[in-house]
């Protein structure tokens, strides 16, 4: 039983790591040009942390874009985010586990925690099980309460495949153009009320669709 149990774990192990090596291939073929990074690289250059957001389908290259640079990313404690969450371990972002159906306030407060120690944080703000392409408040909120510009990302590929998955995840094909599009940061008053920040989190949900449609345009 204990052999079992090691081969098991190996195998798990082999596989993460198996997937790991394909998703940086396909990422690094990709010809990718940006629109309005100079906003990233201004925030990069002065060391000023920021709130990274992103729709679930399209998240595969913001995560591998922004590997390797002190950032904490949301997870759910679904078996995806189990697979998710390896993958951007490999990647060196801090993990927390949580989402808008559980453990998401504790999620929160954690995220916030590693803002106010020097991290930058990414979220996919219609995960984990949608609706697609709605905001939650997740992004907004986690701006708001820690003060760190909002930045949303669009993303798109000349050639693709859309799985049929509730956020039509989006598999680019090896070498394919792709475009990236930030938004300018979006500042979040922490004296919003409630009914302003619902308002704010309307707001951005339409300029993130808007990047992303312009994203999407070849």
């Known amino acids: 039983m204990k052999i079992r149990k090691l081969e098991q774990a ?9 997937l790991f090596q394909i998703v ?3 990422c690094k073929s990709l010809r990718i040009t940006f629109k309005n990074k100079e906003v990233i690289d201004k925030l990069e ?23 390797y640079k002190n950032f904490v990313g949301l997870t759910s404690k679904s078996k995806d985010g189990d ?7 490999l990647w060196k972002y801090n993990v927390v586990r949580g989402s808008s159906t559980e453990g998401g306030e504790v999620a929160l407060g954690i995220l916030l925690d590693y803002a106010k120690n020097g ?6 703000p219609d995960g984990p099980i949608g609706p697609y392409r709605k905001m939650k408040a997740g992004a907004v ?6 003060g760190l510009p909002l930045v949303l990302v669009g993303v798109g590929f000349k050639s693709k495949r859309n799985l049929k998955s509730w956020d039509k995840f989006t598999v680019p094909k090896l070498f394919t153009k792709a475009k990236v599009v930030y938004s300018k940061p979006i500042i979040i008053n922490k004296d919003l009320s409630y009914n302003e920040t619902s308002k704010m989190i309307e707001k951005c949900e ?7 449609n312009e994203a999407e345009i070849f």
């Open 206 to 212: 339409e300029i993130l669709n808007e990047i992303q």
């Open 83 to 89: 697979l998710l969450t390896r993958v951007l371990k």
């Open 119 to 124: 991290c930058s944080i990414s979220i996919t």
């Open 24 to 26: 940086n291939v396909l």
């Open 141 to 146: 909120i986690a701006a708001k309460k820690s």
């Open 10 to 18: 190996f195998l798990r192990k082999l596989g993460q790591y198996t």
């Open 45 to 67: 250059n002065e060391n000023q942390k920021f709130v990274l957001a992103f729709w679930h389908g399209s998240m595969l290259l913001p995560w591998y874009l922004h590997r």
